[in-house]
């Protein structure tokens, strides 16, 4: 449990570094775009290295048990969150609704994999990274993040869905492989 929580602490401390602008300009001036980024990916993947390893050796302790709908929950809240992570990095309309599509991705499998899950590591996992996406979108917000103004032709939102759909059927598929847990 302790390798989960020092990994959640690093992977979601430096992603929140840009919410510190003293901080992150500090580090930017010191180290220059390469080396700053060279280093800030380095820390995101140990820290993600070690959530990883973390939640594979962490002790089952069950502090309460899911209801049986909350599969269900997670398998119909897991689509839009898919579509927004595509539509994060695909041309459409969805940034003129959120500057934030990933975020709130992130959001969504957060809560809803908390619904599902009632195991001490996977709350430790899930609501530090539901927190860690609702700090990102409200400091975002502060900073100036702007919707996109731009009307895209309504194809790019049919292609983001697509795409989105296409992934969320390919994660139920190698859910069993990549997390150890069948998707159905």
Partial sequence: MNLLIVGVGIFIGIHLLP?????????FNALGEKGYKGLYSIIALTGFGLIVWGKAEADFVSLWVPPEWSRQLTWL????????IVAANVPGNIKRFTPHPMMWAVFIWAISHLATNGDQASIVLMSSFAIYALIHIISA?????EKQ???????????VALMGAFAYGLLLFIHPWLFRMPAF
Avoid: Q, S, Y
Avoid at 19 to 27: D, E, K
């Fill in 77 to 84: 809240m897991m689509l839009p969150a898919m579509i927004l």
């Fill in 141 to 145: 917000n502060m900073r100036g993040a």
């Fill in 149 to 159: 103004t731009e009307i895209l032709p309504f194809i790019a939102d049919i292609k």
């Fill in 19 to 27: 919410v510190v602008a003293p901080l992150r300009t500090l580090f």
